[in-house]
Structure formats: C-alpha cells, structure tokens
C-alpha cells in the first residue's frame, strides 16, 4: 500500500472540529458560509436589468410572443490553500505530560490560528468600501455617528439602507464596539421598547425583529498585531463599522443568490508528518489545513456603514 505523504489524523481532526471559538466571537462561517466546490470552480454573474426589464408581452392573433433570452456571466476562481505546521519533538510525546497531550495541544493552537486567519479575511472583504457600489456605502462622521445619543439616529439610518439593495437584506454584521454603542441608544431602546427605558439594553434578537432580519452577528474576535516577540496588541477583527447583507445559504458558485460565499474544498483537517532528522530523537510536524476561497457573488445585495462609531 503506497504511504500518502500527509496522512489525515483522524483523531486530531475531531480536536480540530471540537475546538470552536462560540459564534460570538468567530463569525465567518455565518457571514460567508461555505459551500463545497472542486478546487477550480465558476461562479456565475447575472445582469441585473434581466430580472427587472419587462418586455412587451402582448401577442398579435398571429405573431409570435416576445422572446427573451438569459445570460449569466461565468466567472472562473479557484480555492487558496492556508496550513500552519507545528513540531512536536519525540521527546515531548513519550515524557510523562501529566494528562497534557501535546499533539492535541498543537492541534488546538493550529485549528485556532486558522480560523482567526480566516476571520481576518472575511472581515477585510465585508468591512472594506471598494467591495460595495458607490450607492450602496456611507461613512458617517461627527453627530452622524451612532456613538453620539444625542444627535444621531440609527434606527432611520439602518431601516433606510435597508431599502437600497434591490434584495432587502436579512442579516447584520456589527463589530463589538458597534453593537456595545447601538444596543443601549435612545432612539433603538425607543423603538424596541415603544419608550426611551432608561438603562434598557436590547439583544441581538430584538434588534432582528425590529429591523425584521433574519439574524444580527457581532464580530468581537481579537487579533494581535505586533510583531513575533513583542508586546501583545490586541485589536478587534471586526472594526468600528456595520454591513448589512441577504444571504442564502442555498445558493452556491451556480446556483442561487446571495451576497457572498466561501467556496470550500477541504475543511479543516489535521495531520501529522514524520521528522527524524530533527532533535535527538526526532519527532512528529502537526499540520493544520484548509482549502477555502471567500467569494463576493453579488456586491449590490448590500449595505456598508464605515465608522458606524467614533
């Protein structure tokens, strides 16, 4: 039998698949949601104008009726591959641990950092101007931000941009600074509670119900941004900023409509690779990897907010 020179640990894949930061804090998987596809893939594109132009539909006792045609756009794409690579000295592995597995805890480590990679991703696609139309984006400032309760009014600002895309979006993504401003505004407590309660708070559910969305998600991952060696910085994944988007979770790269998928052709999966040249004893490298590629189908079907908050 041939020896695969990667081969999936299927024990420490489960680790992999167990660790999950909650939805709280990591979000992608609900903002893009993956959807399986070979490593090369196309998406298709449709015009706008063929779902909204009506033809003349009336017939002549003898003419044919009018005929329409549709086209889609094929849009070739192919997945990235992302890996982190941990090594776990022979030594380590046979030393009595107290309990403490370290290939689990390698793997632990490496599931994380893929995920917070991934994180990092989906928050530069989602939070970032050049990926929405020019009618489709804000940046609001001064007494306009939602940080400002006496002046600011986001509850119209939110119901109005909901009416901008030509598919009403059904989700939210906040960042946690966003969400820590908005859930205790006057104006959203009023329009939650029918009265501005003095130190009422609303939950992301209220606040789906009273913009009539489908879910509200809040980004509250760190990340740390100094250098290898240095003083932690830690900053959000999700910025100061709010999107609202449609999506589907049915759709996929030929099918469907949604703001944005991830195509996906291997998930996260852990396994080990033999090296006997390294240390005294050699040891075992732990590999986390993942084949994914975030897609923004149809950048129209939604609404960004920059600097939601000051």
């Known amino acids: 039998m041939a020896t695969r020179p990667f081969p999936v640990n299927a024990e420490l894949t489960a680790i992999a698949q167990l ?6 804090t990591l979000i ?45 756009t094929e849009t070739p794409d192919q997945v990235e591959d992302f890996a982190l690579d941990s090594f776990v000295p022979q030594q380590d592995i046979d030393d009595d641990n107290q309990g403490v597995d370290p290939l689990g805890t390698a793997t632990t480590y490496l599931a994380g950092l893929v995920r917070l990679a991934r994180e990092i991703r989906v928050a530069g696609r989602v939070f970032a101007q050049a990926t929405y139309p020019a009618a489709n984006r804000v940046v609001l400032s001064g007494t306009g931000q939602w940080s400002d309760y006496t002046n600011s009014d986001p509850v119209t600002a939110m119901l109005n941009a909901l009416d901008v895309p030509v598919m009403r979006p059904n989700v939210a993504v906040f960042g946690q600074r966003v969400w820590t401003r908005l859930r205790n505004h ?7 509670f029918g009265s501005n309660q003095s130190g009422a708070l609303v939950t992301r559910q209220m606040m789906a119900e009273v913009l009539e969305l489908q879910a509200v998600y809040v980004g509250a991952g760190f990340v740390n941004t100094a250098k290898a060696g240095q003083t932690p910085t830690l900053s959000r994944v999700w910025g100061n900023h709010a999107a609202f988007l449609y999506r589907d979770r049915a759709a996929g790269p030929q099918a469907g409509t949604t ?19 390294r240390g005294v004893n050699g040891g ?22 920059e600097n939601a908050v000051a």
């Open 259 to 277: 703001f944005g998928f991830t195509a996906e052709r291997q998930g996260i999966q852990i396994g080990t690779i033999a090296d006997e040249k």
């Open 19 to 24: 660790y999950r930061n909650p939805d709280v």
């Open 186 to 192: 006057p104006r959203v407590v009023s329009a939650v």
């Open 284 to 305: 075992v490298t732990v590999r986390a990897l993942e084949r994914v590629k975030e897609v923004i189908a149809a950048n129209a079907l939604g609404y960004y907010f």
């Open 28 to 72: 992608a998987d609900d903002v893009l949601p993956r959807t399986p596809t070979a490593a090369a893939f196309k998406f298709l594109a449709w015009d706008l104008a063929q779902g909204y132009t009506v033809p003349d539909l009336k017939v002549g006792r003898k003419s044919y009726p009018t005929e329409v045609e549709f086209r889609g």
